[in-house]
């Protein structure tokens, strides 16, 4: 009997400890395929970042590495200037990212280092119960923004792929969704050519994959599904916003 | 043999730290210790290894917590406020026990401060500066020469326990130029590195590295890990200078550029007929208990000095705990003490305690 699905080896075979609905397993699995499909498991090592995914390093089984908060580019890029034939990625949220760790993306991907990031964006702090983030959409009611994401208050959201696109160092810049099984297959493909980037030493590149949080959004797992379709893809386009035209 | 240079002590830091194998440095741009990156930037490139500016302290102590993570020999280095900026990282990479080496070129504080030398990081070097139960092996050089012998053993010391060692100089040793002899070869120690984070190649368990155990019974077992560690080092890694403690009436306690001037402290009191010693520790932690064991005995009183508010004469006062009277004298604020301002104490102390 041929297998048609299995657990991808780049994933430990234990039990996750995310909330029922949320979609980080889902990435998990897409980032544990690509290092599949593309033979690297070896040679990898991941970075683990502050917030949902903190204890990743239990789920990945290439080498890992746990970071502080926000700094995962930079520990990345030790790791790469020390391993420059092998493949390092860092996983990380919005709060991780785009707040505390705001220079060190932008400086990672100014010096178009070669590594891959997987970025989480839910709009939404989940680890520590549902604070504002960055990327929180003007109106959202999050436990810091009780009354909805006020612009006079809080600023705006921001747009990361948008952000780094207008930097020369970035190879390949997209930003995908998990709302539905179509967008998960062109999620699949833009995490896999992302890896392929650095594989081909063309530089950093960087996958936002729009996410949900059924727990801190007050919504069950199907109606956050639909609210990444209805509300975060109309702020957060999907779309490549660099090396579009790179082949790798 | 060897290699006969005059140097800047920034210089012969970086030139030391490539000598012990070091091929990775990250660092941020801070008076009075650029020159080791200005040197890293030269001469990296030229023995392939890596020189990269980060886009600030916090970044760069990251890259050295990445850089470590492989096995790699790495260093940054910076001068006081840059190295509260990376005490974040140094907690990460004690908690992980992470080999790398951090130099610290002191200079005024607090906050911006100033940029001449000062001594006033000795309680964030020795006593934690981040969170957590943590101890840096911190040692203290005194010369260009040591900054150079102590900088490679830095590196040995940083892979024998897998720890953080830190080279705490002032901007005095940083800055001055003095002839330093080099070896032909230097001493490199090498160690099991099967913990690094290299890629397992499909052929072991995955590695990881990391600084945080949710459950509290295994964290508190690593602190027990990491404490059974500290106790180790303390045993085995104490350095010290003692200087003509023999007969001494008061005896110095100072370390880095100040153990210099009170050397020349030493010789000025002798010509006064004063008969003073030096108890140099040249690891500040661990503190060099076993100097003051050996000397206990012999002065009237200890003087420490420093260019703090006194900070050192903390663990003076531990050590010598009571058994005779510890006093000390100081400069802050980039002011370095004269042999005039310690002879002058040494007068006070004389006839308060009638010797």
């Known amino acids: 009997m041929a297998v048609v699905f299995k657990a991808p080896h780049a994933l430990c075979d234990v039990p996750m400890h995310y909330c029922p609905g949320c979609t980080h397993g889902i990435a998990h699995r897409l980032v544990a395929e690509a290092i599949d499909e593309l033979e690297i498991e070896g040679k990898t090592v991941g970075v683990s970042p502050v917030g949902c995914s903190y204890n990743n390093y239990l789920y990945f089984n290439c080498d890992m590495v746990q970071a502080s908060h926000g700094r995962a580019p930079a520990v990345a890029t030790g790791i790469k200037r020390c391993l420059p034939e092998n493949i390092v990625f860092t996983y990380q949220g919005d709060g991780d990212l785009a707040a505390i760790g705001t220079a060190e993306i932008i400086h990672a991907a100014a010096r178009g280092e070669n590594i891959t990031v997987i970025f989480i964006n839910n709009t939404i702090y989940g680890m520590t119960s549902g604070q504002m983030a960055p990327t929180t959409l003007l109106g959202q009611i999050t436990t810091t923004s009780p009354y909805g994401r006020d612009p006079k208050a809080h600023g705006y959201p921001i747009r990361v792929c948008e952000m780094l696109a207008t930097l020369e160092g970035p190879a390949y810049i997209e930003r995908v969704s998990l709302h539905d099984i179509k967008h998960i297959k062109k999620a699949k493909e833009a995490v896999k050519k992302a890896f392929k980037v650095q594989i081909a030493g063309k530089g950093f590149s960087l996958v936002e994959i729009l996410s949900t949080c059924p727990t801190n959004w007050g919504l069950d797992p199907v109606e956050s599904l639909k609210r990444i379709e209805k509300e975060l893809i109309p702020h957060y386009p999907l779309g490549v916003f660099a090396g579009s035209d790179l082949e790798v | 043999m060897g290699q006969k240079l005059l140097m800047k002590g920034n210089e012969v830091i970086a030139e030391a730290a490539i000598r012990a194998g070091c091929r990775h440095y990250f660092g941020y741009p801070i008076t009075p210790q650029t020159e080791i990156a200005h040197y890293m930037a030269k001469a990296m490139p030229k023995v392939g290894g890596v020189f990269l500016q980060a886009e600030s302290e916090v970044s760069a102590i990251n890259m050295v917590y990445g850089a470590a993570s492989t096995g790699k020999r790495v260093m940054t280095s910076s001068s006081s406020p840059g190295i509260s900026l990376k005490m974040e990282g140094i907690s990460y990479a004690a908690g992980a026990q992470l ?47 040591e900054l150079y012998e102590l900088t490679v053993e ?22 001055m130029m003095e002839v330093v002899n080099f070896r032909d070869e230097e001493k490199i120690e090498t160690y099991d590195k099967s913990w690094a984070t290299c890629g397992h190649n499909n052929e072991r368990e995955h590695n990881i590295i990391t600084s945080i155990h949710i459950d509290p019974v295994i964290l508190e077992q690593w602190n027990n890990d990491l404490q059974k560690k500290y106790r180790l080092i303390y045993e085995k890694e104490q350095r010290y200078e003692l200087y003509n403690c023999e007969n001494a009436d008061i005896i110095l306690v100072a370390y880095g550029s100040v153990a210099r001037i009170c050397k020349g ?57 009571g058994k005779k009277p510890v006093y000390f004298t100081g400069r802050m604020g980039g002011m370095i003490p004269t042999v005039n301002d310690i002879m002058s104490k040494i007068y006070e102390i004389k006839n308060e305690l009638k010797i």
């Open chain 2, 99 to 145: 080999p790398a080496v951090i130099v610290n070129i002191m200079r005024g504080g607090p906050g911006l401060g100033g940029i001449q030398p000062s001594q006033s990081d000795y309680f964030q070097a020795t006593k934690g500066g981040g969170h957590g139960d943590y101890h840096m092996v911190v040692l203290a050089p005194s010369s260009v020469q």
């Open chain 2, 265 to 321: 402290v030493i010789k000025e009191a002798k010509e006064q007929g004063i008969n003073i010693g030096l108890v140099r520790p040249i690891t500040l932690w661990p503190f060099p208990v076993d100097a003051f064991e050996k000397v206990i005995d012999i002065p009237s009183a200890f003087l420490t000095v420093e260019m703090s508010a006194g900070q050192m004469v903390e663990d003076v006062r531990l050590t010598v705990n």
């Open chain 2, 154 to 175: 830095a590196f040995n010391i940083a892979d024998r326990y897998r720890i953080l060692t830190m080279i705490l100089g002032d901007g005095v040793l940083g800055q």
